[in-house]
């Protein structure tokens, strides 16, 4: 499988910036699309944003869209999330995680990162 290590979370105010990664190693090459997903304390867990590893295509929640921005370095096998505009609702931890189709479910998962804004 793909192993998945996320980093870059830290406290920021609100309207801040914050980039996270996720450097990927192991079986990557049969990755479909890597993701990022997050879960506030009480609540599910919810999709963020997608990128197809070949094509470079993304996806957003309503949510965040227009303030991130899913990114990937093929060189690095790494992905990245750019967060701009930040909101003391942003305030989660944030998963990277990897699936090998469209319509499967995301098998690989790294351990997650903080994000915690301020108000």
């Known amino acids: 499988q793909v192993q998945l290590v996320e980093s870059g979370g830290g406290l920021v105010q609100t309207g801040g910036s914050l980039r996270l990664s996720c450097a990927a190693s192991?079986?990557?090459?049969?990755?479909?699309?890597m993701g990022w997903f997050r879960q506030a304390p009480g609540k599910e867990r919810e999709f963020v944003a997608r990128?197809?590893?070949?094509?470079?295509?993304?996806y957003y929640a309503d949510s965040v869209k227009g303030r991130f921005t899913i990114s990937r370095d093929h060189a690095k096998n790494t992905v990245y999330l750019q967060m701009n505009s930040l909101k003391p609702e942003d305030t989660a931890v944030y998963f990277c995680?990897?699936?090998?189709?469209?319509?499967?479910?995301?098998?690989?998962w790294g351990q997650g990162t903080q994000v915690t804004v301020s108000s």
């Open positions: 192991g079986r990557t090459f049969s990755s479909y699309d």
């Open positions: 995680a990897a699936r090998e189709g469209r319509f499967t479910n995301f098998g690989s």
């Open positions: 990128i197809i590893w070949s094509g470079g295509i993304s």
